[in-house]
């Protein structure tokens, strides 16, 4: 059903205020003020309920203010908030246990605390260079690693995130994301479109642009985020694995969104049968507590005291509401993101059927992409109707976000049960229909809504 008057009036009031003081770089998706949440449901300050389908950009893994994270967050608090890296605390020594415990590696993990993703990805970035000795790296169309200057010179999912900011870092090469729904790449006769794209960065780009012994590493994330929530083709992974070998290039996996349990295990990567040779981690890690963490094989560990270091990063509350969120997923909401992420899946390409505006559905666990096209044959981008969907999901009570031109994330908590997933779909659907009257009439026929 409809909410009535968004924004309300004290959401009104706090925008305005928030315009007179804010920074105007923000990306604001909705006129949403939250108030309190609880779960997978969020109240904005006027009292109007959401389900968020969102979850802070995948970050309120638990849900929001789980209880047990809640309490561990206050009993630290009790305790200390900060002490620096200059010193020892429990709850980081802890944590880094943990992560070493599921690290996607057989090696034992080495673990370097920031704030975030980009800092994570940052931290990457320096390490690969200190070890390797080597300046180069390999990214890919359409991935997203952060906006600081060494991460930002690898996102490339919109070229807005570089205006102003050119040139950025050198070094960095990209390559096209191995897209099994756009690819872009000429396959050879029964070669999978995975191995396509590491056989052309082999020869082409190796060939032609960046010798390899000059690489030291290769970032790539296990399915694409920002870029549309892209499932890789198959054949990519052990393909791009067996090149690092080959030519002694570290492959960095950015985990930050993709990773802790989201697609349904613990990193996105193990649905690849690959070991990377580190791990970029945040969003999910900490419930929403400011963490990030680069995890990397032991062996790889050798820069020296004070080479790299910040103040913040390791904080105790952020690693007791981490320890927490860890202990959530992994007695429970981990399995539940695996069937529930399944049913939701199997729910959307039950719409699809019924819905010509939607060319793709794809998705590990609760990390689903739907791509809008004005031609399921085209495949030309619905971008329009794609932003419409998500204002009347707004308007209906389900709060989305795009991602890449035309493409909604499904990404709620991994808390979420059945019921919730059907409630949000059901407003999903309606959205898509209203939008679908609105912009493309030609396109539908109903009742049924069958394809034309």
Known sequence: MSLTSLPGPKARHYIARD???ISPSYPRSHPFVMDHGRGVEVWDVDGNRFLDFAAGIAVVSTGHSHPQVVKAIQEQAEKF?????DFYHPKWIELAEYINRIAPFDEDAVCFMTNSGTGAIETAIK????????????????????RTVGSLAF??????????????????THIPYPNPYRPVLQSLPGEPYG???????EQEVFAKLVPPDSVAGIIVEPVLGEGGYVVPAPGFFPALRDLCDRYGILLIVDEVQSGVGRTGKWWGIQHFGVEPDMICIAKGIASGMPLGVMAARKHLVTWPKGSHGNTYGGNPLSC???????????????????????????????????H??????RGLGLMIGVEFVKDQTTKEPAETLRDRVVELCFEKGLIVLGCSTNVIRVSPPLCITYEEIDEGLEIFEAAIEQAEDELYPHLVSRPGGTHP
């Open 195 to 201: 191995q396509t794209v590491v056989r052309y960065l």
């Open 127 to 146: 390490l690969a260079r200190y070890y390797t000795g080597r300046t180069e790296f390999i990214g890919f169309l359409g991935g997203f690693h952060g």
């Open 19 to 21: 315009h007179a003081v």
């Open 155 to 172: 996102t490339a999912s919109k070229s807005s995130y570089h205006r102003g900011f050119l040139p950025l870092m050198p070094g960095v």
């Open 356 to 361: 010509p505006s939607i060319g793709d559905v």
């Open 81 to 85: 908030i900060h002490i620096s890296s």
């Open 320 to 354: 007791a509401a981490a320890l927490a969120t860890l202990q959530l997923i992994e007695n429970g909401y981990m399995q539940n993101a695996a069937a529930v992420g399944q049913y939701a899946l199997q729910r959307l390409r039950e719409i699809m059927e019924c």
